[in-house]
C-alpha cells in the first residue's frame, strides 16, 4: 500500500483528537499501534524516510473516510490496525523498547493498567 498519499493528512492535533475521542471504541491494540507510530515518528533518531511511512499511516488513520468506517461494531478499525501493522512491519526497526513503553504508559492512562504478562508468563 503506497501510504505516501495520506502523509499530508496527518496533523498531530487531528491524531490526539481522534485517539481522545475514540479510545475506547478503538481498542488498546489499535491505540497502541498508533502511538509506537507516533511516538517513533517524534524521535530525532528516525530517518526520514520512515517518518514518511509513519505519517503516511497515521494520516490514513486519521482520515475521516475509511474502507471501512470507524463507527461500524467489532470491524471499524480493521483497516486501520491493518495500515499500520504494514507499517510497523517496515519501520520496526525504529520501535524501540523505550516508544513502547511510552505507548503502554498513554493507553494504560486512558484505559486503566491491565495485567501484563512477566517474560516468564509468556513463555507459557
Same mark, same amino acid.
Given at each position: 500500500?503506497? @501510504?505516501? =498519499?495520506?502523509?499530508? &493528512? !496527518?496533523? +498531530?492535533? %487531528?491524531?490526539?483528537?481522534?485517539? #481522545?475521542?475514540?479510545?475506547?471504541?478503538?481498542?488498546?491494540?489499535? @491505540?497502541? =499501534?498508533?502511538?509506537? &507510530? !507516533?511516538? +517513533?515518528? %517524534?524521535?530525532?533518531?528516525?530517518? #526520514?524516510?520512515?517518518?514518511?511511512?509513519?505519517?503516511?499511516?497515521?494520516?490514513?488513520?486519521?482520515?475521516? &473516510?475509511?474502507?471501512?468506517?470507524?463507527?461500524?461494531?467489532?470491524?471499524?478499525?480493521?483497516?486501520?490496525?491493518?495500515?499500520?501493522?504494514?507499517?510497523?512491519?517496515?519501520?520496526?526497526?525504529?520501535?524501540?523498547?523505550?516508544?513502547?513503553?511510552?505507548?503502554?504508559?498513554?493507553?494504560?492512562?486512558?484505559?486503566?493498567?491491565?495485567?501484563?504478562?512477566?517474560?516468564?508468563?509468556?513463555?507459557?
Amino acid at each position: 500500500m503506497n @501510504l505516501s =498519499k495520506y502523509r499530508h &493528512l !496527518y496533523t +498531530a492535533s %487531528q491524531f490526539w483528537r481522534k485517539l #481522545a475521542r475514540h479510545a475506547a471504541t478503538a481498542g488498546r491494540g489499535t @491505540l497502541e =499501534k498508533a502511538l509506537y &507510530l !507516533y511516538y +517513533a515518528a %517524534q524521535n530525532p533518531a528516525t530517518p #526520514a524516510w520512515a517518518r514518511r511511512v509513519m505519517y503516511g499511516a497515521l494520516g490514513y488513520f486519521i482520515l475521516p &473516510l475509511d474502507a471501512v468506517p470507524d463507527l461500524a461494531p467489532l470491524v471499524g478499525y480493521t483497516d486501520d490496525l491493518s495500515v499500520m501493522v504494514a507499517a510497523l512491519g517496515t519501520v520496526a526497526f525504529y520501535i524501540t523498547p523505550q516508544i513502547k513503553a511510552q505507548a503502554h504508559g498513554k493507553v494504560d492512562q486512558w484505559l486503566g493498567a491491565r495485567a501484563r504478562p512477566t517474560p516468564r508468563q509468556a513463555e507459557t
